[in-house]
């Protein structure tokens, strides 16, 4: 009994390697081994004492006893059978579970190999290998930032001895070690998805990992430190003294510009105008050569100190850090302008077409304006107005059309300027649209034009200007009056001078004579004077109208064609001194009598040639 329970023992000893993942399979032997052991079979014969058998008895017993033992011996035979059996049988259970888990894992794998480009182990710029699957809670990415995290402090420690990287495999996973430090841990799934085992695949780091440890310990040697030392105090004295010969040069160069502009220099002129003279052409000299020095020391600058942070491995993410924040704004304008071009290529060729079509029209408006080319229905005076129109429009349609390609116009910010700078005209340009609106109607009602003599109301002079918003009158007393084109709308307005070109301006005075003078005498002195003055046409004739007959004396109107609206002052003025001439030299007083008549006698107030006709 006691070499069969020592046979059992020996066997699951030696299968218990291949059962240390599977607690069930030994779970099971331990069931097998109890019940094989534990069957205390009482003999089938009681023993009776010694002294009371004979030798025949003992000897039978004996046989009995021994036949009994070789058939438990070879049911013990058979059990250890049966319990390899069934060991064999869980241990291929287990295998193939485990091949089934592993297959699925790889095609989970293979599935995702596309869409997981895997994260770089980067140490110093170096990329050692790629990690896929994470670890423990940790992701591939946190599992690549702790292993250069790791490898940059065992390269910068230098109390750490140059122990050779070796494995320690655990049930598992295998780990790459630096002494006691846990560098890397490599798992069934990363080696799933190099291809490879894991023992392989810690093999194939583990070269790469010491390689590099190497080449930290390196730069991180006391000789070398000692060499960034100085080569970081050559930098600063290449820096400084490349400051001190740049401000030595540009001191040179604001001397030469003195003295350049005390000599040589002379001002900038525009025809009869000096935009700049010598001393400011001199300072805007010196204000360039100034920014040109602070550009030149800004740009060492820039290239020195991303240099002094490279220098030590300590502080060479921060140059490059540096040189990244300075780079970057460089480039992005760079890129933007050279992005830019194709919508710079297509403002210009927008430009120029609205800049020949607008040429074109202006030929067409100055050959109308000029009454070259005429158009029915189209007046002369339209032509320029109705060009400044279409120039408009085509210049906001040219502005509609360049707006999408100006750069920032689809950012937040560019809109929002935009409808605030147009809430802003909205609100603010009521009444200046409403006179731009007048103005246009007023050209096109061609009401007067330049140089009319017209009547606004009160106010009565030469037009001098008419833009968009306002036109301007000169008076006949050369005052300048601004009058808005919405006024001028809501009023009426005599214009002198267009009946004066076409038909001819009559002009108006009244003079009062008494009933004593005969009428004929009168209307003949009045044309005679119209006749006299200058400016009064001849043809048609002047003719005298009589207006009222008052109580005391007729009104007596006198009409002349004149052409010249212009000086419709002065030659008002030249006729009533012409009326006083003429009147004076025939005898005729220019009065107002008041007769009062008492019918006792007196004289007739009828004039003498009707009472001889009597």
């Not at 099971?28 to 058998?53: C, F, R």
């Not at 029209?361 to 304006?369: L, P, T």
């Not at 339209?382 to 129109?389: C, G, M, Y």
């Amino acid at each position: 009994m006691k070499k069969l329970t020592a046979c059992l023992l020996l066997l699951a000893a030696t299968l218990t390697p291949a059962l240390q993942a599977r607690p069930q399979l030994l779970q099971k032997a331990a069931q097998l081994i109890h019940t094989t052991t534990g069957e205390n079979q009482a003999d089938s014969l009681a023993a009776p004492a010694a002294d009371t058998l004979t030798a025949a008895e003992r000897s039978r017993r004996d046989s009995i006893r021994l036949h009994e033992m070789t058939l438990q011996l070879q049911e013990m035979k058979l059990n250890e059978l049966l319990l390899r059996a069934e060991l064999d049988s869980a241990l291929n259970q287990g295998q193939t579970a485990d091949s089934l888990k592993m297959a699925g894992q790889r095609r989970c794998i293979d599935s995702l190999r596309t869409l997981t480009p895997g994260v770089p182990v980067l140490v110093d710029g170096d990329t050692l290998f790629m990690l896929y699957a994470g670890r423990g809670g940790y992701s591939a990415l946190d599992r690549a930032e702790m292993t250069c995290d790791i490898l940059t402090k065992i390269g910068g420690d230098r109390s750490l001895r140059h122990d050779s990287v070796h494995l320690l495999e655990n049930e598992n996973y295998i780990d790459i070690m630096y002494g006691n430090k846990v560098i890397l841990s490599i798992t069934d799934q990363d080696a799933i998805w190099q291809g490879t085992t894991r023992r392989e695949l810690a093999e194939r780091y583990k070269p790469l990992l010491a390689a590099k440890i190497s080449d930290l310990k390196e730069q991180h040697d006391l000789l070398q430190t000692l060499r960034r030392t100085g080569l970081f105090l050559l930098v600063l004295a290449v820096q400084y003294l490349l400051f001190r010969l740049t401000n030595r040069l540009f001191r040179k160069l604001r001397r030469r510009i003195i003295r350049f502009k005390q000599h040589r220099l002379r001002p900038i002129v525009l025809r009869d105008y000096e935009l700049f003279d010598t001393h400011q052409l001199g300072l805007m000299l010196i204000f360039l050569s100034n920014l040109l020095r602070y550009a030149v020391l800004l740009l060492q600058l820039t290239l020195s100190v991303p240099m002094l942070f490279a220098i030590f491995p300590q502080t060479e993410k921060l140059a490059m850090r540096i040189f990244l924040y300075i780079i970057e704004p460089v480039k992005m304008i760079l890129k933007s302008v050279v992005e830019y071009i194709p919508n710079l290529f297509i403002i210009l060729v927008i430009w120029y077409c609205i800049k020949y079509i607008v040429r074109g029209i202006h030929y067409i408006a100055r050959e109308i304006e000029n009454e070259k080319l005429k158009i029915t229905g189209f007046y002369p005076d339209w032509a320029q107005p109705t060009f400044n129109i279409i120039r408009f429009l085509l210049y906001a349609f040219m502005i509609a059309m360049i707006y999408p390609y100006l750069p920032g116009s689809d950012s937040g910010v560019f809109q929002g300027i935009s409808v605030f700078v147009g809430l802003i005209i909205s609100l603010g340009s009521s009444t200046v649209i409403g006179n731009i609106i007048a103005g246009l109607v007023i050209t096109y009602m061609r009401p007067f034009k330049l140089g009319d003599r017209i009547k606004l109301n009160d106010t009565t002079g030469n037009v001098i200007e008419k833009t968009p918003f306002v036109t301007r009158l000169r008076t006949p007393k050369n005052e300048v009056v601004t009058i808005p084109n919405a006024f001028i709308m809501s009023s009426h307005t005599v214009n002198y001078s267009a009946s004066a070109r076409q038909f001819g301006l009559i002009i108006h005075t009244t003079v009062t004579i008494g009933y004593d003078a005969p009428w004929r005498q009168v209307h003949q002195l009045l044309i005679d004077a119209a006749r006299k003055t200058a400016g009064v046409l001849q043809q048609p004739r002047p003719f005298v109208l009589e207006t009222e007959l008052q109580d005391y004396y007729p009104c007596y109107q006198i009409n002349a064609y004149i052409k010249e609206a212009d000086r419709l002052a002065q030659i008002m003025s030249d006729l009533h001194q012409n009326i006083q001439d003429t009147f004076n030299e025939a005898g005729v007083e220019i009065m107002s009598p008041h007769y009062y008549a008492g019918r006792d006698g007196n004289a007739s107030t009828i004039p003498e040639d009707y009472l001889k006709g009597q």
